[in-house]
C-alpha cells in the first residue's frame, strides 16, 4: 500500500518534533550541569572571600587572646583560637555540632549540611604566630533559586525551540512535498482516455521535479504505446470485418437454399451465430479503439428505457430486469447494453434464470446493477483471470474483457462478486449516474 504525501508530512514533522524535543532536553540538561557546577563554584568563592576577610580583620588584644572587629562577624561565622575556643561570632544551633566539629581542624575543610548549607574551616596563623580557626557557613538558598529561575528560562526556549522547530518543519515539507501530492492526483487520474495528462512541474530544479519530468517522459512512451495498441487494434478489426462479412454472407445464401438436409441447415445456423457474435465483437472493438466513450459518452438512460433496452437486445424469457424508473446512468443506452450483453449472454449460456436488479449500495456519483443466475458457478481456475482477453466459458473468449474495458471507459467496472453457491454467479456493472431514492 503505498503511503500518501499527508503521511510522509506528518512523519517528517513529527520526526523533527521528535528530534527538536530531543535536542532541547539535552540542552536543559547540559544548562542544569553548568549551573550547578556555577553554584558550587560561587558557593566556594564566597565562603573564601569571607574567611580571608575575618582572617585579615583578626588581631591580638592586650591579654594576647584573639580578637575580632563585630563589623565582620556576619551571621554564620565563628573564629576559634588554637585550644578549639570559640572567640566570636555566632552560629545557627542546627550548625552547631558541625562547627564544634571542624573548630579543632588542622586543615582547609568544606562539608555540605543535608544540602542546605557549605561549612568551610580555615585554619590561620597571624603574624605573631598566634593561631585559629575560622568556620563560615553559606546557605545554598539563594544559588538554588537563581539556579532555577535559569533552569526555567532554559525549559521554556527549549519548548520554543520545538515550537519553532516544528512549525518550519511543517511549513518546508508542504512546500517541498507540494509537487508530490500534484504527481499523485496526476497519476490517480491518469488514464488510456486522457493521454495528454501531464505532471507539469515545471523545469527540474530539484530531485521532486527531475522526477516529475522523468515520469512525464514515462507517460508520453507509455501514451504513445496505448495510441499503438488502439491503431493496431482498429486496423486489425477493420481488416477482419471483410472477410468476416464475406463468410456470413455466403452462410446466409446458403442457408436460404431448400436443398439442404437438417443437419448441414444447423451447421449453416451455427456458423451465421458465430459470425454474428464475431461481428458485434469487431464492432466493439473499433469503437473502443477510435473512440474514447469516457470524454463524450452520449447522454444518459433512464432506468425505465435501459430496461426496454436490455429485453429487446436480450430476448430471453429466462432474463428478468428489474430496474428503477427514477435510475439514471449517465452513459447512452448503446454503451450501457455493450456492457450489459456480455455478461447477461455469458450468464443465460450457463443457467436457467438470470436476474438483472439494481444494488441499493454504490459510491457516491454511482449506480450499481446486479447479474444474477441459478448456474453452476465460475470455475474456481478461471476467477483470478475472468477478465482476461481468451478467458472464456463459452462464445468468443473477449466478452467479459470487452465488457469491463467499455464500462471503464465510460466510468465505470464490472466485478465478479460471488462465483458460486445455492445463489449461483452475481456480478456487479458499476457505472457514473444516480437514483432518486437509494434506500428502497
Known amino acids: 500500500m503505498t503511503e500518501n504525501p499527508t503521511t510522509v508530512r506528518r512523519r517528517l514533522v513529527a520526526l523533527t518534533g521528535t528530534l527538536s524535543a530531543f535536542a532541547a532536553l539535552g540542552l536543559v540538561l547540559v544548562v542544569q550541569v553548568i549551573l550547578a557546577g556555577a553554584s558550587t563554584e560561587a558557593v566556594t568563592r564566597v565562603l573564601s572571600d569571607r574567611a580571608d576577610t575575618v582572617v585579615t580583620a583578626t588581631d591580638v588584644?592586650?591579654?594576647?587572646?584573639?580578637?575580632?572587629?563585630?563589623?565582620?562577624?556576619?551571621?554564620?561565622?565563628?573564629?576559634?583560637?588554637?585550644?578549639?575556643?570559640?572567640?566570636?561570632?555566632?552560629?545557627?544551633?542546627?550548625?552547631?555540632?558541625?562547627?564544634?566539629?571542624?573548630?579543632?581542624?588542622?586543615?582547609?575543610?568544606?562539608?555540605?549540611?543535608a544540602d542546605e548549607y557549605s561549612v568551610l574551616a580555615r585554619p590561620f596563623r597571624l603574624d605573631d604566630g598566634s593561631a585559629g580557626v575560622v568556620v563560615l557557613a553559606e546557605a545554598f538558598t539563594p544559588y538554588e533559586d537563581d539556579e532555577h529561575a535559569a533552569?526555567?528560562?532554559?525549559?521554556?526556549?527549549?519548548?520554543?525551540?520545538?515550537?519553532?522547530?516544528?512549525?518550519?518543519?511543517?511549513?518546508?515539507?508542504?512546500?517541498?512535498?507540494a509537487p508530490v501530492q500534484v504527481m499523485a492526483d496526476t497519476a490517480r487520474e491518469w488514464?488510456?482516455?486522457?493521454?495528454?495528462?501531464?505532471?507539469?512541474?515545471?523545469?527540474?530544479?530539484?530531485?521532486?521535479?527531475?522526477?516529475?519530468?522523468?515520469?512525464?517522459?514515462?507517460?508520453?512512451?507509455?501514451?504513445?504505446?496505448?495510441?499503438?495498441?488502439?491503431?493496431?487494434?482498429?486496423e486489425l478489426a477493420h481488416e477482419l470485418r471483410s472477410p468476416l462479412t464475406a463468410v456470413?454472407?455466403?452462410a446466409e445464401l446458403m442457408s436460404?437454399?431448400?436443398?439442404?438436409?437438417?443437419?448441414?441447415?444447423?451447421?449453416?445456423?451455427?456458423?451465421?451465430?458465430?459470425?454474428?457474435?464475431?461481428?458485434?465483437?469487431?464492432t466493439v472493438l473499433l469503437e473502443v479503439a477510435r473512440t474514447q466513450i469516457s470524454d463524450d459518452p452520449g447522454g444518459t438512460t433512464t432506468g425505465a428505457a435501459l430496461s426496454r433496452a436490455v429485453v429487446e437486445a436480450v430476448p430471453d424469457d429466462r432474463l428478468d430486469v428489474d430496474l428503477p424508473d427514477d435510475l439514471v446512468v449517465s452513459a447512452a443506452g448503446p454503451v450501457v447494453l455493450r456492457v450489459l450483453s456480455p455478461v447477461l449472454d455469458n450468464a443465460l449460456r450457463v443457467a436457467g434464470r438470470v436476474t438483472l436488479t439494481f444494488a441499493h449500495t454504490a459510491p457516491p456519483g454511482r449506480v450499481a446493477l446486479l447479474v444474477r443466475d441459478d448456474g453452476p458457478g465460475v470455475d474456481p481456475a478461471l476467477v483470478g483471470r475472468l477478465f482476461e482477453p481468451g478467458t472464456t466459458i463459452g462464445g468468443s473468449g473477449l466478452g467479459l474483457a470487452l465488457a469491463r474495458r467499455v464500462a471503464r471507459?465510460?466510468?465505470?467496472?464490472?466485478?465478479?462478486?460471488?462465483s458460486a453457491g445455492p445463489g449461483g454467479t452475481t456480478f456487479v456493472i458499476t457505472l457514473p449516474g444516480s437514483v432518486s431514492d437509494q434506500s428502497g
Request: charged content about 30%.
Open 409 to 418: 471507459n465510460a466510468g465505470g467496472d464490472v466485478a465478479l462478486l460471488t
Open 248 to 250: 456470413q454472407a455466403t
Open 61 to 113: 588584644d592586650d591579654d594576647g587572646r584573639l580578637s575580632v572587629p563585630d563589623a565582620r562577624l556576619a551571621p554564620g561565622v565563628q573564629v576559634y583560637d588554637a585550644d578549639g575556643e570559640r572567640v566570636a561570632g555566632s552560629v545557627p544551633p542546627s550548625l552547631g555540632e558541625v562547627f564544634a566539629r571542624l573548630s579543632t581542624s588542622d586543615r582547609e575543610r568544606t562539608e555540605e549540611v
Open 191 to 234: 488514464s488510456e482516455h486522457d493521454l495528454d495528462r501531464r505532471f507539469d512541474l515545471g523545469p527540474p530544479t530539484d530531485e521532486i521535479r527531475a522526477l516529475g519530468a522523468t515520469l512525464d517522459g514515462l507517460l508520453e512512451r507509455v501514451a504513445s504505446a496505448i495510441r499503438a495498441e488502439q491503431r493496431l487494434t482498429a
Open 151 to 177: 533552569l526555567a528560562v532554559s525549559v521554556s526556549a527549549g519548548l520554543l525551540m520545538v515550537l519553532l522547530a516544528t512549525a518550519v518543519a511543517a511549513w518546508i515539507s508542504r512546500r517541498a512535498l
Open 256 to 282: 436460404m437454399r431448400d436443398d439442404l438436409d437438417d443437419e448441414l441447415r444447423d451447421d449453416v445456423a451455427d456458423v451465421l451465430a458465430g459470425c454474428r457474435t464475431m461481428a458485434s465483437t469487431m
